[in-house]
């Protein structure tokens, strides 16, 4: 090979060498970062995923007898509200005012009302949980529409399939069962009785700082509030007695008005939390039965309640 023809392979050889380092160290990582960036944003520029809110439809079906009640519609509520969202259809109405003759002609018959929730959900209401609440509502419901309360028995339930829509409605989340007691079981009076004697003996307590208007409930207390509204529920002429208690600071005919207004303001949180007001005495006895030595600010906080329970 001439010396000529050494030298032009040799430049050759030079620009293809780095024709091959100018890409791999420069233009592939430049070409990777752009095809990075492009999947960046194409990434970003995708729409969320939007699931399809969840319906479930009003359904009861009678094992014994096969009598069903159905529709497509279903009592429904707004995120972390137990207040069923108006208007209520004409087809779920009819509905449940049939199945509400039906069991007023069968008394051996009840229905269960499970209200469901989701853990994203806050439960502001007086009962355990969101579920309970809604379920009430329901109760409450039929109740109006001519039912016993003692035909229903309410519950609450976990339930995180359930889906929303864009408004944040939940369309549905009750279920319900029918069942039929036999007449010779004793188990739910013997319950109810033993209910009655927790709840004179550990009524529900709420004390009131100076100037309180608000009341939060312990989970123990949110429990209280659930037993007392199922045995006033199922029993006849018992009545809910909320008495306002103070201190012995000031007059007494003051501490009285004190004492009303603190078991009114009770009365009331109860009533907006859905038990009826027809099922609720609120009276005062002012400084007169103290549980604590007023002498003391200690004792004087814990005479400044409101005490809660059956008769």
């Known amino acids: 090979m001439s010396k000529k023809s050494s030298y032009l392979l040799g430049i050759l050889l030079t620009i293809i060498l780095g024709t091959i380092l100018y890409y791999y160290l420069c233009c592939k990582p430049c070409y990777e970062e752009a095809n990075k960036i492009t999947e960046t944003e194409s990434t970003a520029t995708k729409s969320p995923e939007i699931k399809e809110a969840t319906r479930v439809a009003f359904s009861i079906i009678d094992s014994n007898s096969g009598m069903a009640f159905n529709t497509n519609d279903n009592f429904n509520f707004e995120t972390s509200s137990f207040t069923i969202l108006n208007p209520v259809s004409n087809s779920l109405s009819n509905e449940v005012h049939k199945l509400t003759n039906y069991l007023n002609n069968n008394p051996n018959k009840h229905v269960d009302i499970t209200g469901h929730y989701t853990s994203l959900e806050k439960n502001n209401t007086a009962f355990p949980n969101l579920g309970l609440a809604r379920a009430n509502a329901v109760k409450n419901y039929f109740i109006s529409n001519g039912a016993s309360s003692k035909s229903i028995n309410i519950k609450g339930k976990i339930d995180d399939s359930l889906t929303p829509d864009a408004n944040g409605v939940y369309f549905g989340p009750i279920r319900?069962?029918?069942?039929?007691?036999?007449?010779?079981?004793?188990?739910?009076?013997?319950?109810?009785?033993?209910?009655?004697k927790d709840i004179k003996a550990n009524p529900l307590i709420m004390h009131f700082e100076i100037g309180n208007t608000t009341i939060n409930l312990t989970p123990e207390q949110r429990q209280k509030v659930a037993n007392i509204s199922r045995y006033v529920d199922k029993t006849d002429n018992a009545v809910i007695r909320i008495i306002g208690h103070t201190d012995n600071t000031g007059d007494r005919s003051s501490n009285?008005?004190?004492?009303?207004?603190?078991?009114?303001?009770?009365?009331?949180?109860?009533?907006?939390n859905g038990i009826s007001e027809s099922k609720i005495k609120a009276s005062s006895k002012g400084p007169d039965d103290p549980i604590a030595d007023n002498k003391t600010k200690e004792g004087q906080a814990k005479n400044r309640r409101v005490v809660v329970t059956i008769n």
Request: without cysteine; hydrophobic residues 35%; proline residues 0%.
């Open 176 to 196: 319900y069962g029918l069942n039929t007691t036999d007449a010779n079981d004793t188990l739910a009076k013997e319950a109810l009785k033993t209910l009655e």
């Open 256 to 272: 009285i008005q004190l004492g009303q207004n603190r078991a009114n303001f009770a009365k009331d949180y109860f009533i907006g």
